[in-house]
């Protein structure tokens, strides 16, 4: 009887230290984000990785019918394409995303829950899912994003909060040193 105390004992300690290990997954800076916006609401965002250099900037406008356009172009100033969003009546937004050349490689399909999350499901080029993103504020106004793959496993997240200028910084990390907000 005392052996199969010992192993059941034993069994939950193990237990309980997969759970800590998984609780206290590691996750790298991979880069930060920087955006702001100029008189005319026109926003510029600056990408930078993990070491501070800049790798491109997206600048976003919306027109009058509240289509938000915006253009990725990568650190030395090339387009390297663009994203292009609309809301329907019902609060749904649907995000094209193309290439340098206007080819669609994937879009996005969000829509806020009755408690403000953001739900959104991302595709490719021939609707397959690559993953989804959950957005949640908390009441001091940061914001957090769950970025998950097909499968549905965390592969980083984003948090962002604005100071006092306006100027909204946006943290980013992946569970590996190699991943690229770009994906996201």
């Not at 290990?21 to 600056?46: H, K, L």
């Not at 292009?84 to 080819?103: F, L």
Request: charged share 15%.
């Amino acid at each position: 009887m005392r052996k199969g105390k010992a192993m059941k004992r034993m069994l939950m300690m193990l237990m309980a230290l997969i759970t800590a290990i998984a609780v206290n997954a590691q996750y790298y800076n991979v880069g930060t984000s920087t955006s702001t916006t100029d008189i005319f609401g026109n926003e510029t965002t600056t990408h930078r990785n993990q070491y501070g250099n800049t790798t491109g900037t997206s600048i976003s406008s919306t027109d009058i019918f509240g289509n938000t356009t915006t253009t990725h172009r990568d650190s030395h100033g090339n387009n390297i394409g663009t994203s292009t969003s609309s809301t329907d009546i019902y609060g749904n937004t649907t995000t094209t995303h193309r290439d340098a050349y206007g080819n669609i490689i994937g879009r996005d399909y969000s829509s806020t829950d009755i408690y403000g999350n953001t739900n959104t499901s991302h595709t490719d080029a021939y609707g397959r899912s690559t993953g989804t993103s959950t957005t949640s504020t908390n009441n001091l106004g940061t914001t957090t994003t769950t970025h998950r793959d097909s499968y549905g496993s965390t592969i980083g997240t984003s948090t962002s909060s604005t100071d006092i200028f306006g100027t909204r910084n946006t943290q980013q990390r992946g569970n590996t040193s190699k991943t690229s907000i770009w994906t996201w």
